[in-house]
Nanobody
Framework: QVQLVESGGGLVQAGGSLRLSCAAS????????MGWFRQAPGKEREFVAF????????YYADSVQGRFTISRDNAKNTVYLQMNSLKPEDTAVYYC??????????????????WGQGTQVTVSS
């Protein structure tokens, strides 16, 4: 069982930066693949970024490639999403998610087993 708690959201002007954190409980955090998703009002939840349990491969949505960076600190049971050059279209509730070891997918919400409660990010123009 893994519990996830996001933090770091807020209001920022276009071009600014935010760093989201996702703190996980559970002794086996390091064996979970971690992802970030976001959901804007009236839209479906969409994939943002992913990092494997081993800290190796990372994947990003095309819309955030080059601007966002996912990282993790297994010693702190925390995954981060550094967001730079923010745009108004990045406005959404951001969720972190954990996928148990052995899962192969990462872009779909049903690829994940656990979700946080979300943190609001608002980018003003």
């Amino acid at each position: 069982q893994v519990q996830l708690v996001e933090s770091g959201g807020g209001l920022v002007q276009a071009g600014g930066s935010l760093r989201l954190s996702c703190a996980a409980s559970g002794r086996t955090f390091s064996s979970y693949n971690m992802g970030w998703f976001r959901q804007a009002p009236g839209k479906e939840r969409e994939f943002v970024a992913f990092k494997r349990w081993s800290g190796g491969r990372t994947y990003y949505a095309d819309s955030v490639q080059g601007r966002f960076t996912i990282s993790r600190d297994n010693a702190k049971n925390t995954v981060y999403l550094q967001m730079n050059s923010l745009k108004p279209e990045d406005t959404a509730v951001y969720y972190c998610a954990a996928a148990a070891f052995g899962r192969s997918g990462y872009r779909e919400t049903n690829d994940y087993d656990y979700w946080g409660q979300g943190t609001q990010v608002t980018v003003s123009s």
